[in-house]
């Protein structure tokens, strides 16, 4: 097998589904199920969908492209407020966009109209995470310019936290956006279904059962993919951390000084990297780098293993305390964080191998190439 390679497990994410849904629906919490980290990957998409999300999300249209093309048919949102310049497409893909700006409203109002659609709409308010959305007090003139125009139709309020500051989703913020939906509601007569105020941060305040009525709809994605929510990174219970591991192969074996020798100066990435005397170190190097993982993020099954540095292309370990002897050709593995799970799927040197079912030991390919 051509190596790095990263392995997807298709029945945890499919399991891991079912656990973090059940928790919403006892909620009153549809949930929608969120590829972005996958790139849009059909086949994971799939397993959400057997899980039970309700519909899928992603951030960028080529991601719903690539699901669609691959026959999926579910209803479809796009995360990211979309760019003017693509509003056609938005209308022509998506049946759902979460959206900041009246301009770019306008835009799509236009193109739905010429296409003969009406556009769902979630109108994004800021309740502190400093990413897209309106300020809570812009949401009525917001509101009241929007349902003006025809061809989009204003289906819910939503927010996102825990991304661009860390703001943490709390029974405050979560309420705030409630009252606002309720507003708008009161005020234009317009029933609202969606009140979607939650991503992986949010499962918490769920569970301790403090998530303020109203509250009925999530976007997930870390849950569902790494079992973990996103407020202290913590396993979610019920659900495995596993389901995508990194493969990368041992391409140098060799006992070098732990500390470099001769002058220095910063290293390809403009680092000054600390270097402690252990001796002689046993390293090896791998065929996988930072064009491909976010290093912090990474961690190597064998926890006796350390990995020293990486470059464009190489991960440098120290295998001193390996738990097995480990020789060229070896093919070492690697949990993954958000950050580095997003690279790795992303890096079109990554193949992508999706396991399910009772042939867990065959791989079947999945092409790794973008479009
Ligand atoms: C990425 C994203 C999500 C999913 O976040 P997770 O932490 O992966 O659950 C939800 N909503 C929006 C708007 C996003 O951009």
Redesign the pocket.
Known sequence: MKTPYITIDLDKIEHNTRAVLSLCRQHGIGVTG?T??TCGNPEVAKAMLRGGVQSL?D?RLINIHRLQAAGIETQFML??VPALSEVNDVIAFVDIS?NSEIDTLRALSAAAVQAGKVHEVIV?VDLGDLR?GICPSEVLSFVAEAVKLPGIRIVGL?T?L??FAGVVPSVQNMNHLVELAHIVENTFHLPLKLISGI???GLDLIAANTMPAGINHA???????LGRE?VHRQPWPGTHQDAFILHAEVIEMNEKPSLPLGERSEDAFGNHPAFHNHGMLKRALLNVGREDIDVPGISPRDQNINIIGASSGYLGLDLSNAKTPIQLGDVLSFNLN?ASLLAAMTSEYVHKQTLSGGSKSKFSEISGERQ
């Open positions: 969120v972005k980290a999300a951030s995360l990211r979460l994004m897209e939503g996102n825990a991304c991503n992986s941060s976007r997930i994605g870390e849950a569902i993919l996103t958000y």
